[in-house]
């Protein structure tokens, strides 16, 4: 693999446990839901995360729960942060890969996530 690679469908967690059209979001994706929804920090049933709503008319939005994440056997900043696996490598390093990052205070792509880290996935048709 190469910086800034595609994962092959085989190494796309998403396809793999979910089978079917599902993928992890490309970072073109994730920007997308960025540029065309509001966020929100919510909590919702008792669970801290996002929700993003379409800025178009507000009828549609989706809830991204923010677990935190694992990192050397430790579950850290759960109810905090969250961070969503992208299909894409960084642009610098094979190690690392592109993800969605957020917090009450920030949302933004980054790729700066080692790969060894646990981080959520989810998965996505089209």
Same mark, same amino acid.
């Given at each position: 693999?190469?910086?800034?690679?595609?994962?092959?469908?085989?190494?796309?967690?998403?396809?793999?446990?979910?089978?079917?059209?599902?993928?992890?979001?490309?970072?073109?994706?994730?920007?997308?839901?960025?540029?065309?929804?509001?966020?929100? =920090?919510?909590? *919702?049933?008792?669970?801290? +995360?996002? #929700?993003? @709503?379409?800025?178009?008319?507000?009828?549609?939005? /989706?809830?991204?729960?923010?677990?935190?994440?694992? =990192?050397?056997? *430790?579950?850290?900043?759960? +109810?905090? #942060?969250? @961070?969503?696996?992208?299909?894409?490598?960084?642009? /610098?390093?094979?190690?690392?890969?592109?993800?969605?990052?957020?917090?009450?205070?920030?949302?933004?792509?980054?790729?700066?996530?080692?790969?060894?880290?646990?981080?959520?996935?989810?998965?996505?048709?089209?």
């Amino acid at each position: 693999t190469n910086p800034g690679d595609t994962l092959e469908l085989e190494d796309d967690a998403a396809h793999v446990n979910m089978g079917g059209d599902w993928h992890m979001p490309a970072p073109k994706q994730i920007r997308e839901l960025l540029d065309n929804t509001t966020s929100t =920090w919510t909590t *919702l049933d008792g669970v801290d +995360g996002v #929700t993003f @709503t379409a800025k178009n008319d507000g009828s549609k939005f /989706i809830f991204i729960p923010a677990p935190g994440a694992v =990192w050397n056997g *430790l579950v850290l900043n759960s +109810g905090y #942060t969250g @961070t969503i696996w992208s299909s894409m490598l960084s642009e /610098i390093y094979v190690g690392n890969g592109q993800h969605l990052y957020f917090n009450p205070g920030y949302i933004f792509l980054s790729g700066s996530c080692g790969r060894c880290n646990g981080i959520s996935v989810r998965g996505i048709i089209g």
